[in-house]
């Protein structure tokens, strides 16, 4: 049923790059030194033990690399399986090939060379990658790399060897006494307690984490169909706790998923988690002062806005633990206003847009959720050349979120320090809401209401961030899987742009 649902393809069409261009604002963002509080007795963040990432305005995080001695920085995608960067590197070797990844914003192509890649502290002979040229959406010097499954590279598909594998499997292959992990903790920019711009390792864990390691294993729900593989796993039954502190109820749209688990996507490239409309519902229509509206200013359209002073406490379940959400990824603050001058902000966990949809999984876990959870992800047998007997992959998710500090968080950053509490009461849940994505026909209908609004992009221009992603199918052979960024909510600055179902080919997948 959702088959028929596949991929209006992606939405915006904000350059990729408009959102590059605020790297540079990134760079001057000083970090600070304040403490983070953090939870279960997590010790105070020491040293820096991984790479570091540039937090630019909680909707980018870039780490840099190096290839053949140049300087890049990069946005880090567990989305997507590629890395490109635009300017030419001294010295890369051509392959003779060309390989093009596209993103729900904007997209990337270029001749696949080779160079010496340093990232993370490990160098890696002759890696792969897509050599982009200059232009104003793609500045020199930065480009992505896809942290995703290896199936899932464009550039692996066409050299069809493993000379053309991603970074991380030939970081993983060239020591295989090192554990097949990626972790990634990312920061908030907002955070009154720190604004820590976040940090990934590969093989290691981050110094004061290491715990990560002993949380319960999330077992990585393999796609149907291998090529479109993500790191996703399920939620808990009653896995998604409201602002009522009550399980909101679900249903999962994905074939042989169990019945009230939904499968979820983690994807540091989406700024805004993608949940089921019913989700999204139970969590901000409950407040009074919500609407579920349209939002001329920069086109976001139809989304869920608060004001900025309700404190909005949701918990997601996995394995049994629970991560509580910090209230200033909830009730995001993008800096909007009214007509009249009132500040408003947005929620954050937004209905899914169409764009970002698939059979697959039920919704995208971005950076308002990764804030939140230190996220490991054990590559297993997934690393290319593995032997079939190397163990599954999985997932690991240390909460790293305090409710008590995060709500002290909120008070100094949203109402002005006075903890006056929320004098307001909840509107009782909506009952009809639970069955809504359990009929695949109502499901498809309201798809079908939201495609003529989908929207990217970002209200603040310059914030704005990498969408969502697309798959494509080049080759025509294969079916690959579109890297995921962020279809934002947002959306803006595209009414001049071409529609973006232009493209729409309902054969694609996500
Ligand atoms: C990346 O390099 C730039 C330029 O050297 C530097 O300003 C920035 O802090 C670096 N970013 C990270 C995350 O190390
Ligand atoms: C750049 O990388 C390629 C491939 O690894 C290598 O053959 C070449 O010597 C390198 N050139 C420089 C200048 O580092
Ligand atoms: C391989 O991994 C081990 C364990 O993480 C590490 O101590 C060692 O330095 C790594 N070797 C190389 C060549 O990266
Ligand atoms: C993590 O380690 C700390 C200190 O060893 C311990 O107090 C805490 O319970 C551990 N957390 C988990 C989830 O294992
Ligand atoms: C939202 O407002 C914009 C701009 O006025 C308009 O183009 C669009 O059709 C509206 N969408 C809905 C669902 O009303
Ligand atoms: C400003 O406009 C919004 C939306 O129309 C409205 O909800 C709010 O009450 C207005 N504020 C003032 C101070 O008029
Ligand atoms: C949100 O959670 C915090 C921490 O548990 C609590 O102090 C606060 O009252 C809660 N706010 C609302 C509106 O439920």
């Not at 399920?234 to 999962?252: M, W």
């Not at 042989?256 to 983690?266: K, R, Y």
């Not at 954050?348 to 039920?362: C, L, N, R, T, V």
């Not at 509107?427 to 009929?439: E, N, Q, R, W, Y």
Request: net charge negative.
């Amino acid at each position: 049923m959702k088959s028929q649902l596949y991929a209006p393809s992606l939405l915006l069409y904000i350059s990729l790059l408009l959102e590059l261009k605020d790297v540079h604002a990134s760079l001057s963002l000083s970090v600070s030194g304040r403490r983070r509080e953090v939870y279960a007795g997590l010790v105070k963040r020491g040293s820096m033990s991984g790479a570091n990432l540039q937090d630019s305005g909680d909707l980018d995080y870039y780490t840099n690399i190096t290839l053949n001695g140049t300087q890049n920085t990069v946005l880090i995608d567990t989305g997507s399986s590629d890395l490109w960067v635009a300017g030419s590197i001294p010295g890369a070797a051509d392959s003779g090939q060309t390989a093009s990844v596209t993103y729900a914003i904007g997209d990337v192509h270029g001749p696949i060379k080779f160079a010496n890649l340093e990232f993370d502290g490990y160098s890696v002979e002759n890696q792969a990658f897509i050599e982009a040229a200059v232009d104003a959406s793609h500045p020199g010097g930065q480009g992505l790399i896809g942290l995703g499954p290896n199936s899932g590279s464009e550039i692996h598909g066409q050299i069809n060897n493993p000379s053309g594998d991603a970074a991380l499997d030939r970081i993983f292959r060239a020591n295989m006494s090192a554990p097949n992990i990626l972790t990634i903790l990312l920061g908030r920019s907002d955070d009154p307690s720190e604004p820590f711009p976040g940090e990934i390792t590969v093989g290691r864990t981050i110094d004061g984490f290491e715990n990560v390691t002993s949380q319960p294993k999330l077992s990585v729900r393999t796609d149907s169909d291998a090529v479109d593989q993500h790191w996703q796993t399920l939620t808990d039954k009653n896995g998604i706790i409201g602002p009522d502190g009550q399980p909101i109820s679900v249903s999962s749209d994905v074939k042989g998923a169990p019945s009230g688990q939904l499968v979820a996507v983690f994807d540091s490239g989406f700024s805004l988690p993608q949940v089921p409309k019913s989700v999204a519902d139970g969590i901000y229509g409950r407040f009074p002062q919500a609407s579920f509206q349209n939002v001329t200013q920069g086109g976001i359209g139809l989304t869920w806005t608060l004001p900025c002073d309700i404190e909005v406490n949701i918990t997601f379940k996995f394995g049994g633990v629970s991560i509580p959400i910090h209230p200033l990824d909830t009730n995001y603050d993008d800096g909007l206003m009214y007509p009249n001058g009132t500040k408003f902000c947005v929620g954050a966990f937004q209905p899914i847009q169409p764009g970002a949809e698939s059979s697959e999984y039920d919704m995208i876990l971005g950076m308002a959720f990764l804030r939140n959870a230190y996220l490991l992800v054990n590559f297993g047998d997934f690393v290319d050349g593995s032997t079939s007997n190397t163990a599954a992959p999985y997932i690991q998710l240390l909460p790293v979120t305090s409710p008590s500090a995060a709500h002290n968080d909120f008070v100094a950053e949203r109402l002005g320090g006075k903890d006056t509490g929320q004098d307001f009461q909840l509107l009782p849940a909506t009952p009809g809401d639970d069955d809504d994505d359990s009929d695949g026909k109502s499901f498809s209908q309201k798809i079908k209401r939201y495609l003529p609004y989908i929207i990217a992009g970002s209200v603040v221009v310059g914030l704005l961030l990498i969408g969502g992603v697309t798959w494509c199918c080049l080759r025509g052979r294969r079916q690959r899987y579109r890297p995921l960024h962020e279809p934002a909510p947002i959306g803006a600055t595209y009414e001049h742009q071409p529609p973006p179902f232009a493209s729409y080919q309902p054969s694609r997948r996500y």
